[in-house]
């Protein structure tokens, strides 16, 4: 028995039902957490169908159970690979399930392998209970199929088997998928029949068949390791290394002993140490193991760093079980990443975007929303990712993954962004990472954050002219909108009531307070979405009233940041919202201001087409007809921030509004105009603009929330007036 031999329960069984429930047809394998898969016939059955039919069945749900029902999940096929008639058994018959929800955390994914003649394998019926275990050796690889015999003792594998994965003993891998089993002529057994003999899909069949039809994208995402050839050269350069860092078996007591803790072995409690032999084949064939044992490697006896460490390491880079990560470092890893999808979901793909500028990340990370349960999916994908130089003195490289890390840290409170720092920092030193490289690459990521806001919780208020009824009076609704994008509908006592602009200050300051009070957040940023016509009021200057019997009444815009939002202009215009997140971008566009030399539209047109292409900020200056026009063209070409002194009259008053310092960096720009207002409120004087900010960014999905009961501009009613 190896020294990491332990003494296993069975996986948590998935298996696969009829949609009004009942007994389980057959087995199923988990691949991620959304997807599981089974054999074809087994998914035919749960529908009632003839067993080896070939097509693809009509849309329809399955349940999907976990663990003896201990958690379901609907389910549709996602990927339909047929029975194949052949002479004694039949080939194809797989089939991708695609869950409604995630699979329970408890349930992880199979880990697969390749399948090799002469393993010893288990597999479980469909139903769960531990008691339906059955041993069975792996006798005869045949091109796409392997021919399975067990003994005369113990359960057969049968009918509520098929779909199950073949686990080896240790059920940490499995290396394939139970089809059938070959049924003895009827009557009396005698001594000539074949008795106790299935037949299985080797995982490198069911690869190969899913590859052949359009799903490699599906095997991509599956967890796998390496299956170690005999005389593998690898591993004999595995068992070399070991030899000179843990020479004495003395000397692999504490380490083994960590490796068997964290992989949740029961070792023996002799005091013995695993020869380097066992050592290397748990290394080689088990997930995690290799990162894992160095962590208590980073210190040789003599306090420094020992010089072959590096070379494990490297071999870890070839060794596909192996992965980046020690069990420890991933489990906190997915722990605090999970943390930040509750808190901004999308900054993990805006950090990637700018960390990895020239390596394709995970898809999980192509979004702009990372989901929860994809977490896992881009930490494995960063692990694989390779991009840099060495770092000084020939040390390892900074991994894709850690630099990441530190994009998504620099963008998060000082609590969140301390820990992660912190696990880069371990990281970091157990692979070998020069301090200098890990510190550029967090410079690098300071930088980036400083051009960023932090998410804000933000109201969204919608004025529409409330029409020939109640002239110069304002229909108003509230929405909570959240870092995504996503919004929630506020309630207001005002109703659809019509309401003065005092009254639609009021109502938007009742709204902010709530808002804040129940997000126990700061103030929040305050959206204004109006039609054209509506982006001359000057919303910022309505009175908001007295709030209680001590405050006095604040204009909106002192009392909040404030800005500006036009989706007439993304209905009028079909391409302005893609144009304006390609103007976007990454907040790095530049700025473009308009002066004395831009003498019509026709020229600023030409230049936000061709030179100021990358334009994401204009500046308006100019008599005020010559600026309407421009702020509509601007708006219609998709620039997402524009801003203006709407009570100017002409050039000479462009320096008004050089106190905002209007090109400066765009991310603090609507806290500028925030604090320019309230400086106007104490000293009108000296402060003679009176600004206006469209601010349209990434998070403004411009139509698609448009609320279908309210029209921004209502030919029957008229637009907003100034």
């Known amino acids: 028995m190896s020294w990491f031999q332990r003494s296993a329960g069975p996986p948590p069984v998935v298996s696969v039902h009829a949609p009004d429930g009942g007994t389980a047809a057959g087995a199923a394998a988990l691949l991620t957490s959304d997807r599981v898969l089974t054999c074809a016939h087994v998914v035919n059955e749960a529908l009632g169908l003839p067993q080896l039919s070939t097509g693809r069945p009509a849309d329809g749900d399955l349940d999907v159970v976990f663990a003896r029902g201990a958690s379901r999940s609907r389910a549709r096929v996602e990927v339909w690979v047929p029975p194949r008639s052949g002479t004694a058994v039949w080939h194809g018959d797989l089939c991708v399930l695609r869950l409604a929800e995630p699979a329970p955390e408890w349930a992880p994914p199979v880990v697969w392998a390749d399948m090799t ?43 509520g088997f098929s ?45 190969a068949e899913l590859d052949r039809v359009g799903a490699r994208a599906v095997v991509t995402t599956c967890r796998t390791v390496r299956t170690v050839p005999a005389h593998d050269p690898v591993g004999a350069g595995l068992v070399a290394v070991l030899r000179e860092l843990l020479p004495a078996p003395a ?24 020869t380097v032999e066992e050592l290397a084949a748990e290394l080689l064939t088990t997930e995690r193991a290799l990162p894992t044992l160095s962590e208590s490697l980073v210190t040789g006896p003599d306090g420094r760093r020992p010089g072959r460490l590096n070379t494990l390491l490297a071999l870890g880079r070839v060794i596909e ?19 930040v999808t509750a808190w901004d979901n999308t900054l993990p793909a805006r950090a990637a975007q700018e960390a990895l500028r020239f390596t394709q990340p995970p898809a999980a990370l192509c979004e702009p929303v990372l989901r929860p349960e994809a ?15 060495p770092g000084p003195e020939d040390t390892p490289r900074v991994p894709s993954l850690v630099h990441v ?59 529409a002219a409330y029409g020939p009824a109640a002239p110069g009076c304002f229909r108003c609704r509230l929405w909570q909108q959240r870092p995504d994008g996503s919004r929630h509908r506020m309630d207001t006592t005002a109703g659809d009531a019509p309401l003065t602009a005092e009254q639609v200050a009021t109502v938007i300051r009742d709204g902010a307070e709530r808002l804040q009070h129940d997000t126990s957040s700061q103030p929040p940023a305050v959206d204004i979405e109006v039609d054209r016509a509506g982006l001359h009021l000057p919303v910022d200057e309505w009175e908001t009233g007295r709030p209680n019997d001590f405050e006095p009444s604040l204009p909106l815009g002192v009392a909040f940041q404030l ?120 000293a009108p004087s000296a402060h003679a603009a009176r600004p206006s900010l469209v601010w ?3 998070t403004w999905d411009g139509l698609a929330h448009e609320d279908p009961e309210l029209q921004l501009t209502d030919p029957d009613e008229g637009a907003l007036s100034r």
């Not at 200098?436 to 998410?455: F, S």
Request: hydrophobic share 40%; net charge neutral.
């Open 117 to 159: 003649q002469r393993q010893t394998l288990r597999a479980w019926h469909g139903c769960g209970d531990p008691v339906t275990f059955a041993d069975v050796e792996m006798k005869l690889l045949d091109q796409e199929v392997g021919y399975l015999d067990g003994e005369l003792s113990g359960a057969a594998i049968g009918p």
């Open 563 to 682: 800005t500006l939002r036009c989706p007439e202009m993304s209905r009028r215009v079909p391409m302005r919202d893609a144009e304006r997140q390609r103007r976007w971008g990454d907040g790095r566009g530049r700025p473009l201001a308009i002066g004395r030399e831009h003498v019509d539209s026709r020229e600023v047109a030409a230049l936000l087409r061709s030179t100021h292409l990358d334009a994401n900020q204009v500046v308006l200056h100019g008599p005020p007809e010559l600026r309407d026009q421009l702020l509509d063209l601007c708006l219609a070409l998709g620039v997402p921030v524009v801003l203006w002194d709407r009570e100017a009259l002409g050039h000479d008053h462009a320096a008004r509004l050089a106190p905002l310092a209007p090109t400066g960096p765009l991310h603090e720009l609507p806290g500028r105009v925030h604090r320019y207002r309230g400086q106007t409120l104490m």
């Open 163 to 207: 779909g199950g994965p073949l686990w080896t003993p240790s059920c940490r891998t499995a290396v394939g998928l139970v089809v059938g089993r070959l049924e003895p002529p009827g009557g009396a057994v005698a001594a000539g029949h074949t008795v106790r003999r299935a037949w299985a899909l080797p995982w490198q069949t069911v690869r």
């Open 405 to 463: 890390v530190e994009f998504i840290a620099a963008g998060l409170p000082d609590t969140q962004r301390q820990a992660l720092q912190d696990w880069s920092n371990r990281v970091c030193g157990r692979l070998g990472v020069h301090p200098v490289a890990r510190n550029q690459r967090r410079a690098d990521a300071r930088q980036w954050a400083g051009l960023r806001t932090a998410p804000r919780t933000r109201l969204l208020a919608r004025l």
């Open 321 to 339: 079980a192996a992965g980046l990560l020690s069990h420890g470092e991933y489990a906190f890893l997915e722990e605090r990443l999970r943390d």
């Open 696 to 698: 349209e960014d990434h």
């Open 251 to 274: 000397a692999r007591v504490e380490p083994a002993r960590h490796l068997a803790q964290e992989l949740k072995l029961d070792p023996p409690q002799d005091g013995s140490a695993p």
């Open 375 to 389: 977490v896992n999916e881009v930490i494995t994908g960063l692990e694989g990712c390779q991009e840099g130089d």
